[in-house]
């Protein structure tokens, strides 16, 4: 099990950060998705994430990782 932090520009809202962890938690190996509005910071965890797949459900989601 690991843990992945990620940061995330655009988001305003809890619908915002409803629509991350929806997209987000979709992506195989996933087993949770924390995220904080006011930092942006959106800590995923799983067993062997793809880096890409999470960056692409971010985007997916409407959102874009600064990094």
């Known amino acids: 099990m690991?843990?992945?932090t990620y940061t995330?520009?655009?988001m305003t809202c809890g619908h915002c950060v409803s629509s991350v962890k929806e997209e987000?938690?979709?992506v195989p190996g996933v087993t949770g998705v924390d995220v904080d509005l006011?930092?942006?910071r959106v800590e995923v965890t799983g067993d062997n994430l793809d880096d890409g797949a999470v960056r692409a459900a971010i985007e997916e989601a409407g959102y874009?990782?600064?990094?």
């Open 38 to 40: 006011q930092s942006g």
């Open 2 to 4: 690991s843990v992945t």
């Open 8 to 10: 995330v520009t655009g």
């Open 64 to 67: 874009s990782v600064a990094g």
């Open 24 to 26: 987000v938690g979709e």
